[in-house]
């Protein structure tokens, strides 16, 4: 029977769910796969090379914190795919890397496997935060649909219009899923309608818009077509019955939904266009891609084809198959068109590279990921304080890394800027190129970082005309915070397009340039008192929006070198907010404060000693108390420098300080200064 909607359009009808053949104990999870023709499979099973029409290849997409990893989470261990593994005791399984662990974010994509009713479902966990966008626009080269994860509390945010844009662009048909409608304050209907009304906004085709909608709860682990049902399954499993309901319902819609993958196998050479890189400390470097035609087993001759002009990079052969299937890896003898693998037996492949049989010239077309919009500059570390906590310091190994992070991270540009000791890196982001500095400082690097600075362009017909990038950014406030949010956002060029309410939040829509947004965070932050949240996506390049006003105070600048002590720090405090504690090293151009008012950068001296003198005091020395001082998180450090100032990142350590630390030679640099625009156009 069709579900009707308040929104107006009718859903593909649903089959007839059954939710009593997976059940969520460990313990009879295999019995309950087998039960259901499912994921009892062995691992020779996953190995094995099965017919195109019994492979489904899928990927999860959404808005940060919407529950795509948690979903994937409760697929593979309903499935049994995470039987006999230490990861069915843990929560957010695909978040391998340690930054997203510590986060809770998805920061690189991940590919895995189960086995459904004899049918083998690839599924691609991608990430949810705008800066890391260009690992949603290269995945969806590899599936065939996307399950569209939306929060029936929240709705369609910034990224989800992003991913849902891409994903229409190449003709998916989603399959969509309204996740924590167990809430109390989850609004299904609304959010339904409001889907319908983005998919229509950016031109969705009929058969795009009658997409199949299922209501869950990836949390509690449960996921139905009858939104009746679902209020059943959210009163039981907050009547503490956790067996209740299960992911069956939306594992028969991939199976009845997503269509098999296209490609000759029998008849035609091999080829796969390769996504992502792996490392593997036994075999090197490993390629992951979907094949797209023809078969290859292990020991066959491959050529590594460069994109685009098809010349020929390498030519090697298959050392390794492999098939991930949970968390783990599987090897394989074969695979075919349609499999989702990564192979091993040519160093030197890069991302978006075309690995194929011999008899191939042409490489396959790959999907170009949206160019980057801002900007850091990377260079050695040369403050007096430099070489005591990293190994790795030299220009070179710092342009090495830099250069293999390019190579795997395709919304990364790493531009060398002719100069021996830096390079420019051009990312989507403040948070993506902070998760890549917070990377190279635990691999023990020690750098200095300038603040991020937008990339604009010239307009072809008139090298006057100047175009800067545009961000939507929607913001969620209480009503109270509302008004101070505006006030900012418009002083930094923001344009209000929308304000409603969605629950008892203001719901805040600004086009705004990308330069408004650098440094807002925190301020955001401090204004809403942390209740409030912030999320934004690339817009489009427009005209240039002028300058901004200044947004943040004046600087203290250390004039000596030593350590700093109470005595100095009790006197300058007076002036503003120190950054440095007691017993902290320090130099001249390093800044340890910000002053309480506006004007000029005020240079200090916290090494300062008290005179010991012979002479008793007439008084009674008081007790100085300091206020304590938090220490930098590297993204707070990225969003508060201005652009005569540098971050110096150590493993341990982040410091403000001047880019040039003579106070002379500064000096001088300042009346010379060359405009953003003229500086940084792209």
């Not at 503490?240 to 029998?266: F, Y």
């Not at 990921?369 to 260079?379: A, K, Q, Y």
Request: with cysteine; aromatic share 4%.
């Amino acid at each position: 029977m069709a579900v009707q909607h308040t929104s107006g359009h009718v859903r593909v009808p649903m089959a007839c769910i059954h939710t009593s053949s997976l059940v969520r104990s460990a313990a009879v999870a295999s019995e309950a796969a087998r039960e259901s023709g499912g994921s009892g499979a062995s691992a020779a099973d996953l190995g094995d090379l099965i017919p195109r029409e019994r492979i489904r290849n899928v990927g999860i997409i959404a808005h940060v914190d919407h529950g795509k990893t948690t979903l994937v989470d409760c697929l593979l261990k309903q499935s049994g795919a995470l039987l006999g593994s230490s990861a069915m005791q843990e929560t957010r399984v695909m978040d391998s890397n340690a930054i997203e662990k510590e986060r809770g974010i998805t920061i690189l994509s991940k590919v895995t496997s189960l086995m459904y009713q004899n049918h083998r479902i690839n599924i691609v966990d991608t990430p949810g935060h705008a800066d890391f966008g260009g690992e949603v626009e290269r995945i969806l080269s590899m599936v065939d649909s996307v399950v569209l994860v939306v929060d029936a509390s929240e709705g369609p945010m910034a990224q989800t219009k992003f991913v849902l844009t891409k994903a229409l662009a190449r003709g998916i048909h989603p399959l969509v899923v309204l996740n924590k409608v167990d809430r109390p304050s989850s609004r299904p209907d609304e959010v339904d309608s409001e889907l319908l009304e983005l998919f229509l906004a950016l031109g969705a085709s009929d058969e795009q818009t009658s997409y199949d909608l299922l209501y869950a709860s990836a949390k509690e682990g449960w996921c139905t077509s009858d939104l009746a049902e679902a209020g059943t399954l959210a009163e039981t499993s907050a009547g503490g019955n956790k067996s209740a309901g299960s992911m069956v319902p939306l594992l028969d819609a991939i199976i009845r939904s997503v269509p098999p993958p296209k490609g000759e196998r029998e008849n035609a050479p091999f080829s796969m266009l390769v996504t992502q890189l792996e490392a593997n400390s036994y075999l090197g470097k490993c390629a992951l891609g979907r094949i797209n035609s023809g078969t290859v087993r292990v020991g066959d001759k491959i050529r590594v084809l460069e994109p685009g002009t098809g010349a020929v990079r390498e030519e090697g052969k298959v050392t390794k198959l492999f098939l991930r299937s949970g968390v783990q890896q599987i090897e394989m003898e074969q695979a075919g068109a349609g499999d989702l693998v990564s192979l091993s037996g040519v160093p030197t492949v890069g991302v978006n590279a075309t690995i194929a049989g011999p008899e191939v010239t042409e490489a396959l077309d790959y999907v170009p990921v949206d160019p980057p919009t801002i900007s850091v500059t990377f260079s050695v570390n040369d403050s007096p304080l430099g070489g005591r906590e990293g190994k790795l310091l030299t220009s070179n190994m710092i342009r090495d890394r830099l250069r293999r992070e390019a190579e795997t991270n395709v919304a990364l540009q790493v531009v060398d800027d002719g100069k021996s000791e830096s390079m420019e890196v051009r990312g989507r982001g403040e948070l993506q190129l902070s998760v890549l500095i917070e990377t190279m400082r635990r691999e023990g690097f020690e750098l200095s970082v300038t603040p991020p600075r937008v990339l604009f362009k010239r307009v072809p017909n008139d090298k006057k005309a100047v175009l800067e990038p545009y961000e939507e950014i929607t913001i969620d406030v209480d009503h109270k915070s509302s008004g101070i949010v505006i006030e900012k956002l418009t002083k930094r060029k923001g344009e209000l397009k929308s304000f409603i309410d969605v629950a008892d939040k203001a719901r805040l829509i600004f086009h705004i340039p990308t330069r408004g947004l650098l440094g807002y965070a925190s301020e955001f932050k401090n204004d809403t008192h942390g209740t409030g949240v912030m999320n934004h996506a690339f817009l489009r390049y427009g005209e240039h929006a002028g300058a901004f006003e200044k947004t943040r105070k004046s600087s203290m600048i250390c004039l000596s070198s030593g350590t700093a002590t109470s005595y100095a720090l009790n006197m300058v405090e007076s002036r503003g907010t120190l950054f440095i504690r007691n017993g902290d090293d320090v130099y001249p151009g390093m800044i340890v404060g910000e002053l309480s008012k506006d004007g000029s950068d005020l240079e200090v001296n916290p090494t300062k000693a008290k005179q010991l003198t012979n002479i008793r005091a007439a008084g009674k020395d008081e007790t100085i108390r300091l206020t304590p001082v938090k220490p930098w998180a590297l993204e707070e450090a990225i969003a508060y420098v201005n652009p005569d100032e540098a971050i110096e990142v150590t493993p341990t350590q982040v410091r403000l300080r001047k880019r040039i630390l003579d106070p002379q030679v500064r000096k001088r640099s300042s009346r010379k200064q060359v405009s953003d625009i003229d500086q940084f156009v792209d």
